[in-house]
């Protein structure tokens, strides 16, 4: 019997594909990386019995990257890599893709492909046929690889995907291709150049990475455009007249000047005074028209993005996610469309009937269903999948809060595409006043329509209605000058942008909460009160140095001319070389011309931050100087000596102090301890050599723990105790620095122990080792403050296997996970010294994963 494999986007997806397509019915197992199961059942394709296998990816198979040698940033030119040679990696080399897929592809017929239906759908594709060809069975099948194309994870689509197999898209797949080796060319030339020279200059930029992005720059750019809209604005005064009248019942009506407001004061107070006169207001015309409200389009991502943002309070990458979660649990149709208008196919009626039993909207849907479905409006087809519609009833209790705001939504603005318009009276009544003509207007509800659905929508409900006759005279109560000042226009809204960047072409649907994610991350802008998104003073001077250099590297322009080529690739009409070919060779001109007047730019740093010598506070002294070295304390963390003109990374995200004003006994340099709290990671460690490993097999930025010195008593050789059972190759290694609250973490991963309070002097017997293969510790308390059993002031003992250790020991991990035993070598300092650690016996196993539970 013939197989036939098929390959999902995500786990959740592939169990929901073979859950629809086998009835029910299919058999579960675990595949080689335990990530990615794999569902087993038997069923025909092409007429004749096959056995399906149905697995995943989890996301992208591969990325890529520079080969190795280029990714050293102290060694390579920025402008090598718009030339260098780039390679595909696993994207998750610990899950293993590629070799599971090959595994389960071994002697298969088929190979059916169920990923997302988009551009980088149709790339995954091929990176999955890449991983699997070599694997399958050779055949003479013309036609081996087909592509399923769906839009809703419901039985009807995806068994009527799988009735009509397609084949990948191979200039899709390229267009994907090209688009990621130029955000890799581009962005990575001008991100190390940029971040290299002004962080070797600056100590306050607050960001660990300046980076430029050909989509994430032009972002920044409408932030900051609107950032000197308002700092150039000049507010000016103007006077308004407010004049009260009374109704015939006793109400009392602030009428609307119909010259809407003066900028001359003198003006204004003439006229105020000629109505003050007056004591009659007239009725001269009344006017009422029947007006309506139009229903929605049908939803796309944009405005899907749109819509969270100001009405939810949610980001737009927090909503797209959302969004993708409801999708695979089949709540929702796929999410990433810019289609908004509903095939003529598109069943409407049965996804109605779907919703109906909700107490949530089960009434409105039921009054639809009575009144007729109304046609939806005309909106955009852009060929790609159907708008986003819900496609399963969810409940406040199937989802969590966001989740069912979103969906809440989504539903909602569904049964409002296919209602009736809001219709309304809008009535208009002027009078006069002297020379003056006031009015007053109000709106009368004749049907609500989609608003009944999304209150939001609805007219405001506390518009005075008045009735008024024409020629009617009623006395003014009030005239009187009120004063105001313009007002600039407020900071750009993450709905705006959204707009803005569909506007001129920035990005995908794909990727536009991705950019905007980013500037948010890189500290550019901050996201004020409203979702308003504020551009920092790092933001603004970077935008304002490439508006000064090159004025195209900010503007949207250069991007949507890309994004147009890509789409030609996409569709077969470009060639994929000579697209990237004149992209690259045209931004390696401009980042030439960028490095030359980069001093441009950075006479904008030099008004707007401190440099590193006036930065941070005196910690530890350099080795080569022996004069101190200010810690720079905004990010990225670091050292910097400015008598030697040289800075010293550290690591991020922590506390740095000084060590006991200790020194590396290899370069002199005095050594500080980094660590983020008292339940997490710590270990000291050597500026210079966390820079520039003093040993080949030491990878940079390794501390203490990772040290090969074979005798520094802050080294892995002297503090190592025994090999992490959770992760590979990883060793447990005392944290010397950590007395009196004593640590034992590992160097690989997140796992620590507490241990031994209070205790005066921890020290790990280099000579002596228990059964289970850890090293002993040796620990000795001062008499008034011992914890040890019998108040013994001094014990030797295993931290895994001495029971009287056990009340004195804690674990911790930052991700709590249960323990993965692989059968490895003992720890890593007997390995490097050429000789195997005993892995612990079986029955001391149980011990030792019960400090992993």
Same mark, same amino acid.
């Given at each position: 019997?013939?197989?036939?494999?098929?390959?999902?986007?995500?786990? +959740?997806?592939?169990?929901?594909?073979?859950?629809?397509?086998?009835?029910?019915?299919?058999?579960?197992?675990?595949?080689?990386?335990?990530?990615?199961?794999?569902?087993?059942?038997?069923?025909?394709?092409?007429?004749?019995?096959?056995?399906?296998?149905?697995?995943? $990816?989890?996301?992208?198979?591969?990325?890529?990257?520079?080969?190795?040698?280029?990714?050293?940033?102290?060694?390579?030119?920025?402008?090598?890599?718009?030339?260098?040679?780039?390679?595909?990696?696993?994207?998750?080399?610990?899950?293993?893709?590629?070799?599971?897929?090959?595994?389960?592809?071994?002697?298969?017929?088929?190979? &059916?492909?169920?990923?997302?239906?988009?551009?980088?759908?149709?790339? &995954?594709?091929?990176?999955?046929?890449?991983?699997?060809? +070599?694997?399958?069975?050779?055949?003479?099948?013309?036609?081996?690889?087909?592509?399923?194309?769906?839009?809703?994870?419901?039985?009807?689509?995806?068994?009527?995907?799988? /009735?009509?197999?397609?084949?990948?898209?191979?200039?899709?797949?390229?267009? $994907?291709?090209?688009?990621?080796?130029?955000?890799?060319?581009?962005?990575?030339?001008?991100?190390?150049?940029?971040?290299?020279?002004?962080?070797?200059?600056?100590?306050?930029?607050?960001?660990?990475?300046?980076?430029?992005?050909?989509?994430?720059?032009?972002?920044?750019?409408?932030?900051?455009?609107?950032?000197?809209?308002?700092?150039?604005?000049?507010?000016?005064?103007?006077?308004?007249?407010?004049?009260?009248?009374?109704?015939?019942?006793?109400?009392?009506? $602030?009428?609307?000047?119909?010259?809407?407001?003066?900028?001359?004061?003198?003006?204004?107070?003439?006229?105020?005074?000629?109505?003050?006169?007056?004591?009659?207001?007239?009725?001269?015309?009344?006017?009422?028209?029947?007006?309506?409200?139009?229903?929605?389009?049908?939803?796309?991502? $944009?405005?899907?993005?749109?819509?969270?943002?100001?009405?939810?309070?949610?980001?737009?990458?927090?909503?797209?996610?959302?969004?993708?979660?409801?999708?695979?649990?089949?709540?929702?149709?796929?999410?990433?469309? /810019?289609t908004s208008h509903y095939s003529d196919n598109f069943e409407l009626l049965p996804a109605l009937r779907t919703l109906q039993k909700s107490n949530e909207w089960g009434q409105e849907i039921r009054q639809v269903l009575n009144n007729g479905l109304t046609r939806p409006r005309n909106g955009k087809d852009c060929g790609d999948h159907p708008p986003i519609t819900p496609t399963m009833l969810a409940s406040r209790n199937d989802l969590d809060g966001d989740s069912w705001k979103l969906y809440d939504f989504i539903v909602r603005h569904f049964i409002a595409t296919i209602s009736k318009d809001c219709k309304y009276y809008s009535k208009?009544?002027?009078?006069?006043?002297?020379?003056?003509?006031?009015?007053?207007?109000?709106?009368?509800?004749?049907?609500?329509?989609?608003?009944?659905?999304?209150?939001?929508?609805?007219?405001?409900?506390?518009?005075?209605?008045?009735?008024?006759?024409?020629?009617?005279?009623?006395?003014?109560?009030?005239?009187?000058?009120?004063?105001?000042?313009?007002?600039?226009?407020?900071?750009?809204?993450?709905?705006?942008?959204?707009?803005?960047?569909?506007?001129?072409?920035?990005?995908?649907?794909?990727? &536009?909460?991705?950019?905007?994610?980013?500037?948010?991350?890189?500290?550019?802008?901050?996201?004020?009160?409203?979702?308003?998104?504020?551009?920092?003073?790092?933001?603004?001077?970077?935008?304002?140095?490439?508006?000064?250099?090159?004025?195209?590297?900010?503007?949207?322009?250069?991007?949507?001319?890309?994004?147009?080529?890509?789409?030609?690739?996409?569709?077969?009409?470009?060639?994929?070389?000579?697209?990237?070919?004149?992209?690259? /060779?045209?931004?390696?001109?401009?980042?030439?011309?960028?490095?030359?007047?980069?001093?441009?730019?950075?006479?904008?740093?030099?008004?707007?931050?401190?440099?590193?010598?006036?930065?941070?506070?005196?910690?530890?002294?350099?080795?080569?100087?022996?004069?101190?070295?200010?810690?720079?304390?905004?990010?990225?963390?670091?050292?910097?000596?400015?008598?030697?003109?040289?800075?010293?990374?550290?690591?991020?995200?922590?506390?740095?102090?000084?060590?006991?004003?200790?020194?590396?006994?290899?370069?002199?340099?005095?050594?500080?301890?980094?660590?983020?709290?008292?339940?997490?990671?710590?270990?000291?460690?050597?500026?210079?050599?966390?820079?520039?490993?003093?040993?080949?097999?030491?990878?940079?930025? +390794?501390?203490?723990?990772?040290?090969?010195?074979?005798?520094?008593?802050?080294?892995?050789?002297?503090?190592?105790?025994?090999?992490?059972?959770?992760?590979?190759?990883?060793?447990?290694?005392?944290?010397?620095?950590?007395?009196?609250?004593?640590?034992?973490?590992?160097?690989?991963?997140?796992?620590?122990?507490?241990?031994?309070?209070?205790?005066?002097?921890?020290?790990? /017997?280099?000579?002596?080792?228990?059964?289970?293969?850890?090293?002993?510790?040796?620990?000795?308390?001062?008499?008034?403050?011992?914890?040890?059993?019998?108040?013994?002031?001094?014990?030797?003992?295993?931290?895994?296997?001495?029971?009287?250790?056990?009340?004195?020991?804690?674990?911790?991990?930052?991700?709590?996970?249960?323990?993965?035993?692989?059968?490895?070598?003992?720890?890593?300092?007997?390995?490097?010294?050429?000789?195997?650690?005993?892995?612990?016996?079986?029955?001391?196993?149980?011990?030792?994963? +019960?400090?992993?539970?």
């Amino acid at each position: 019997m013939k197989t036939a494999l098929m390959v999902a986007e995500k786990p +959740s997806l592939a169990s929901s594909l073979a859950n629809i397509l086998s009835n029910g019915r299919s058999n579960s197992r675990k595949s080689m990386n335990s990530a990615c199961p794999v569902h087993e059942w038997s069923g025909t394709l092409f007429g004749e019995p096959v056995i399906f296998k149905m697995t995943s $990816v989890c996301g992208h198979v591969m990325t890529l990257d520079f080969n190795s040698k280029f990714n050293n940033w102290d060694k390579v030119d920025p402008e090598e890599l718009f030339s260098c040679p780039t390679e595909k990696k696993e994207a998750s080399p610990k899950l293993r893709i590629p070799a599971m897929l090959s595994s389960e592809a071994r002697g298969v017929d088929f190979l &059916i492909l169920w990923l997302d239906c988009d551009k980088e759908g149709e790339n &995954i594709c091929f990176e999955v046929i890449d991983a699997v060809k +070599s694997s399958m069975k050779r055949s003479g099948e013309v036609n081996r690889i087909w592509r399923a194309k769906f839009s809703a994870i419901t039985a009807k689509d995806i068994k009527g995907a799988m /009735e009509r197999l397609d084949f990948p898209n191979r200039n899709e797949a390229m267009s $994907v291709d090209a688009r990621q080796e130029l955000d890799l060319r581009i962005g990575c030339s001008f991100t190390r150049f940029q971040t290299k020279y002004f962080q070797g200059k600056y100590g306050d930029l607050d960001s660990s990475l300046i980076s430029y992005g050909p989509c994430q720059t032009p972002t920044l750019g409408f932030c900051v455009q609107r950032h000197d809209e308002i700092r150039r604005f000049k507010p000016e005064p103007y006077w308004v007249i407010q004049v009260t009248i009374q109704s015939k019942d006793g109400q009392d009506v $602030v009428l609307n000047w119909e010259k809407g407001r003066c900028f001359e004061r003198d003006a204004s107070n003439s006229l105020l005074q000629a109505l003050k006169k007056q004591q009659i207001a007239t009725v001269v015309s009344i006017t009422q028209q029947e007006k309506s409200k139009q229903r929605p389009l049908a939803l796309n991502s $944009v405005e899907l993005m749109r819509a969270a943002s100001t009405g939810l309070g949610m980001g737009p990458h927090h909503a797209m996610q959302l969004a993708e979660r409801l999708y695979t649990q089949g709540y929702i149709s796929y999410p990433r469309t /810019e289609t908004s208008h509903y095939s003529d196919n598109f069943e409407l009626l049965p996804a109605l009937r779907t919703l109906q039993k909700s107490n949530e909207w089960g009434q409105e849907i039921r009054q639809v269903l009575n009144n007729g479905l109304t046609r939806p409006r005309n909106g955009k087809d852009c060929g790609d999948h159907p708008p986003i519609t819900p496609t399963m009833l969810a409940s406040r209790n199937d989802l969590d809060g966001d989740s069912w705001k979103l969906y809440d939504f989504i539903v909602r603005h569904f049964i409002a595409t296919i209602s009736k318009d809001c219709k309304y009276y809008s009535k208009t009544v002027t009078f006069k006043i002297g020379s003056e003509m006031f009015t007053y207007n109000w709106r009368t509800l004749i049907d609500a329509g989609f608003t009944a659905i999304t209150p939001w929508k609805a007219l405001p409900k506390n518009e005075l209605a008045v009735n008024f006759e024409r020629d009617e005279k009623l006395n003014i109560k009030d005239a009187r000058l009120t004063d105001h000042m313009t007002s600039p226009p407020g900071y750009l809204t993450e709905s705006e942008l959204i707009s803005m960047m569909e506007k001129h072409g920035i990005g995908t649907d794909a990727s &536009i909460p991705v950019h905007i994610n980013n500037i948010s991350q890189r500290n550019y802008v901050t996201v004020a009160t409203g979702r308003r998104l504020v551009p920092t003073n790092l933001g603004i001077v970077l935008v304002h140095g490439y508006q000064k250099i090159d004025k195209q590297l900010v503007e949207p322009t250069m991007r949507s001319t890309i994004e147009d080529q890509l789409n030609l690739i996409a569709k077969g009409e470009a060639n994929y070389d000579r697209v990237l070919r004149q992209t690259i /060779e045209a931004f390696r001109q401009k980042y030439l011309y960028f490095v030359k007047s980069i001093e441009a730019m950075d006479s904008l740093f030099e008004v707007s931050f401190t440099t590193l010598a006036a930065s941070g506070k005196a910690l530890s002294r350099c080795g080569k100087c022996r004069r101190y070295m200010k810690l720079i304390i905004a990010k990225p963390s670091r050292l910097h000596c400015s008598h030697c003109d040289e800075t010293y990374n550290l690591p991020q995200n922590g506390n740095i102090r000084i060590y006991k004003e200790l020194k590396c006994p290899l370069d002199d340099f005095e050594l500080v301890t980094w660590s983020t709290g008292n339940k997490g990671r710590s270990y000291p460690l050597c500026p210079y050599c966390y820079n520039q490993p003093a040993f080949r097999d030491m990878k940079k930025h +390794s501390g203490c723990n990772l040290c090969l010195h074979p005798t520094c008593p802050q080294g892995f050789y002297v503090n190592g105790i025994a090999s992490c059972l959770q992760c590979d190759n990883g060793v447990l290694v005392l944290d010397p620095s950590s007395g009196p609250k004593w640590k034992v973490g590992c160097n690989k991963c997140d796992v620590i122990f507490h241990l031994f309070e209070d205790a005066h002097k921890i020290t790990v /017997e280099e000579s002596k080792e228990c059964d289970c293969g850890a090293q002993l510790l040796k620990i000795e308390y001062k008499e008034e403050r011992t914890r040890l059993p019998r108040d013994l002031i001094e014990m030797t003992g295993c931290l895994f296997c001495c029971e009287e250790f056990g009340y004195l020991v804690e674990k911790f991990r930052a991700q709590a996970s249960k323990p993965v035993f692989n059968s490895r070598q003992g720890r890593g300092k007997a390995k490097h010294k050429g000789k195997g650690k005993p892995k612990p016996p079986k029955d001391k196993m149980a011990q030792l994963a +019960s400090y992993f539970v």
